[in-house]
């Protein structure tokens, strides 16, 4: 078994796994490269050399990074200006406003996939940043039609209060990644990731969260932020 999601594997424990570091969808790694590919699978199948299991392996790579969007070259790679507001948040919200334009051409085209939270794209800011600096009425359920989330849809309304934190960060995620497919010509899937999680104040939000929800009382709202918020690579 090729292992993605490495806390899945270990609960499971099937008689021969390998957890390998690359994202969901590609479990041999780079595209196009049969060499490395073959490397990734004849790792796999040397766990068959075990006596016994299960046998949970990691795949260790040194030389293995996400892409850059420098090293594709983007047709317009996207710039975020300074702002007046120069906070984590206020670079957020600046942003998430000038992918605004090719979210929307993106929605023009295709149907979306944001959305699953039940929320906006600004409530999902205001939930996730809330979380971030532990803002009260971001841990309850109870307070869910208060302030900010006054008018969020009967979706979100049924959630739990970890399912809600999970998908409200898949939806931020899809956002990013629906707008820039609207470039005219977008980056690869890896180097979308590399530029996603080290170029971006979203993906340095989605990072922190993980420190900032360690301690939180709600088990599932913990461990999402733990293990499947952000890639295992940068775990």
Not at 106 to 125: H, K, R
Request: hydrophobic residues 45%; proline residues 8%; glycine residues 6%.
């Amino acid at each position: 078994m090729l292992g993605l999601v490495p806390q899945h594997v270990h609960a499971m424990q099937p008689p021969r796994a390998l957890n390998v570091p690359f994202e969901l969808g590609r479990p041999l790694g780079k595209p196009g490269d049969a060499n490395y590919q073959r490397r990734v699978l004849s790792a796999a199948l040397a766990l068959l050399d075990a006596q016994s299991g299960p046998v949970v392996a990691e795949f260790d790579d040194p030389d293995y990074q996400l892409a850059s969007a420098a090293e594709e070259g983007w047709a317009c790679p996207v710039s975020f200006a300074q702002t007046q507001d120069d906070s984590p948040a206020g670079r957020l919200r600046a942003e998430v406003d000038a992918l605004a334009p090719w979210f929307h051409r993106a929605q023009e085209t295709n149907a979306t996939a944001t959305g699953t939270s039940g929320l906006s794209i600004d409530q999902v800011l205001t939930l996730l940043l809330g979380l971030a600096s532990a803002e009260p009425w971001a841990f309850s359920a109870e307070l869910a039609e208060e302030g900010p989330f006054e008018d969020v849809s009967d979706v979100c309304r049924a959630l739990s209060v970890g399912d809600r934190f999970k998908l409200a960060c898949e939806d931020l995620k899809m956002f990013y990644t629906e707008a820039i497919a609207a470039q005219p010509k977008p980056p690869s899937p890896a180097s979308l990731q590399g530029w996603f999680w080290g170029q971006t104040e979203a993906g340095a939000l989605l990072q922190s969260l993980k420190t900032a929800l360690a301690d939180n009382p709600d088990k599932l709202l913990r461990n999402h932020a733990r293990f499947t918020i952000v890639p295992a690579e940068l775990h």
